[in-house]
């Protein structure tokens, strides 16, 4: 059962313009989301996050937007730069103690931003 | 300051053999989480770990196995490995535990099962 989905594989966008990377959950119960950015042999790196109590969040070029009635977060990068191209996750987390360290991934979105 | 450090970079097993794969937090940090990354599967907890105690535990078989140590480095062990293990095996280090936000990752370890 996959609780995060990322539904679109790749997207080509064109430097300059805005990128927008989309995420779906299934899960009511998740109170926090976020985002990471992935090269080859890399781990993943954290961009930005959004609790669920939040509608939107913006640390520079980087935006999430949550739509809690539709269970559905996206990302927006403006401008995108060619160094921008990447793997990007989407993850979330439940609350309590049971869920503790437990962050469940999409399956990851490749971006590449042409120059 | 240092990142989160995993050892080995890259390692390659044969199927039945054991592996233990290391993972250096980042200093201060108490809690520890393992992660699996295959092509088909994505991205899927495998434990976390904070003061020496797992809290937390994925939907993996009894072969993956972990632990913690007084300092927080953290070890995991697969036994017995399959072919299926093949993977990178990746190890986020945070301070808050209850800040899910604030693990930073490492490299990974790529494991590959022949």
């Known amino acids: 059962d996959q609780q995060v989905k990322q539904n679109s594989p790749s997207l080509s966008v064109q430097e300059g313009r805005i990128s927008i990377l989309n995420c779906d959950y299934t899960n009511s119960m998740f109170d926090y989301f976020l985002w990471y950015k992935k090269y080859p042999a890399e781990g993943p790196t954290f961009l930005i996050s959004i609790s669920s109590i939040k509608d939107k969040n913006e640390d520079g070029r980087f935006t999430v937007f949550l739509n809690k009635s539709a269970k559905h977060l996206s990302l927006h990068i403006v401008p995108s730069q060619p160094g921008d191209s990447a793997v990007y996750f989407c993850?979330?987390?439940?609350?309590?103690?049971?869920?503790?360290?437990?962050?469940?991934f999409g399956q990851g979105t490749t971006l590449q931003v042409k120059p | 300051k240092a990142g989160v450090t995993q050892t080995p970079r890259y390692l390659i097993k044969t199927r039945g053999q054991q592996v233990t794969l290391s993972c250096s937090p980042i200093?201060?940090?108490?809690?520890v989480s393992w992660y699996q990354q295959t092509p088909g599967q994505g991205l899927q907890f495998l434990f976390e770990y904070f003061s020496e105690t797992q809290r937390n535990k994925g939907n993996f078989p009894g072969r993956f196995s972990g632990r913690q140590f007084s300092n927080s480095r953290s070890e995991m062990n697969v036994s017995t490995l399959e072919l299926g293990d093949s993977a990178l095996y990746l190890c986020a280090s945070s301070l808050d535990p209850g800040s899910n936000y604030g693990y930073t990752f490492g490299s990974g370890t790529r494991l590959t099962v022949v």
């Open positions: 200093s201060g940090h108490r809690s």
């Open positions: 993850a979330a987390s439940g609350a309590g103690s049971g869920n503790t360290g437990k962050l469940i």
